[in-house]
């Protein structure tokens, strides 16, 4: 009797050192639980003065100690080694697990060699190294035009060049010409030809992030010989104020949307009360008159053009009267140009005032 029970016996001990192994807690090689809002550290909101849109913020989830933060910036004007920080945000600043940062706003970052980091450190005292980059925002207008004359339309041969176009007269009697081609109308001190050695400098400053829209300064160097055209037709009739396509040294620009370019007085620093608006017209060949699409004349690079409002009926009964599309029905006022560079003139800042 006694020999069946031993092995019942061995049984039940070998079944309670199984469970005891069981019970028993092995070691594991797994990291510490911490509470996320301990270490948080992901910026919500970055913004430097200049910036056009959001910023784009990455994190890198190969090493947690790193991240990204990428901009678009307008450049121009802009010391890009003393960029102003505008805006850095965190998820509920007023916790007080909160993160700090090593910079704030009002604080600057040098971009001048193309980026710049800064530190966040996380409530546990974990940090995170941000570097900041950008891009730059452009505006295709933006850049350096001169003035490309050309030999006269009605009079090749014997016009001097110019680099003005004018198209007018009532319908049925449509012409194109340089203000050249009847060179006699003009006198020295009144010369249209006197601002063809200016150069165009065209530097964006702002946009607007939601409409896309530009706003820039404008600069119209009077050139080597220091002189700017005075449109005085024939000595007596000044036409000035429609013949001039960029104003006199510095003034604003702004794109809208609607593809035309509104000019601003300089002192209008609200873009609220346009000048006009011109067209950029890109190279090729131009039909002028709506009865007879042969009558075309060649832009070669680009052109400035103010297009009139009319009316376009003036008939002065005179088909040899050159009033008639240089002043009593201009349609067009054409600009010819050539872009020499995507940047403004260094010392663009310089001649504003």
């Known amino acids: ?105 009002g604080s600057t970052l040098d971009l001048s060699k193309g980026s710049a980091e800064f530190t966040v450190t996380a409530y546990n005292g974990e940090t995170r190294t941000y ?15 001169s003035f490309t004359p050309v030999a006269g339309i009605l009079d090749p041969s014997n016009a001097p060049k110019s680099a003005f176009v004018v198209v007018g007269g009532w319908d049925g009697a449509i012409v194109a010409s340089t203000v050249m081609d009847k060179w006699w109308h003009w006198a020295d001190g009144r010369q249209p030809r006197d601002e063809d050695d200016n150069l165009l400098s065209f530097r964006l400053e702002t946009a607007d992030a939601l409409t896309g829209a530009t706003f820039g300064t404008l600069v119209n160097t009077p050139g080597e010989d220091g002189k700017y055209a005075n449109y005085l037709y024939d000595g007596s009739i000044d036409m000035n104020s429609i013949y ?39 190279a090729g060949e131009y039909a002028y008159n709506p009865n007879d699409e042969t009558k075309k004349f060649t832009i070669a690079h680009q052109a400035f053009a103010r297009v009139m409002p009319g009316p376009f009926n ?30 403004p003139l260094a010392d663009h800042t310089d001649y504003l005032h």
């Open 131 to 145: 570097t900041v980059s950008y891009s730059s925002f452009t505006d295709p207008l933006e850049g350096t035009y």
């Open 314 to 343: 003036v008939n002065v009964g005179d088909w040899d009267h050159d009033t008639r599309w240089f002043w009593d029905n201009l349609r067009y006022a054409v600009w010819l140009v050539k872009k020499d560079s995507d940047a």
């Open 244 to 282: 001039r396509l960029i104003p006199q040294g510095c003034s604003r620009w702004a794109k809208t949307g609607d593809g035309m370019i509104k000019i601003f007085d300089y002192a209008d620093e609200a873009y609220a009360r346009p000048l006009y608006s011109l067209a950029l017209l890109e």
């Open 1 to 105: 009797m006694e020999h069946s029970r031993f092995p019942f016996r061995f049984f039940l001990a070998a079944c309670a050192a199984a469970l005891l192994a069981a019970c028993a807690q092995e070691p594991r090689n797994t990291e510490e639980l911490i509470d996320p809002w301990l270490r948080e550290r992901t910026p919500v909101n970055f913004r430097v003065e200049s910036q056009i849109g959001a910023a784009v913020i990455s994190n890198n989830w190969k090493d947690d100690a790193v991240g990204s933060i990428s901009v678009s910036i307008i450049t121009g004007g802009l010391n890009l080694s003393a960029v102003k920080v505008e805006a850095l945000e965190f998820k509920y600043p007023e916790s007080e697990f909160c993160p700090t940062a090593s910079i704030g706003p």
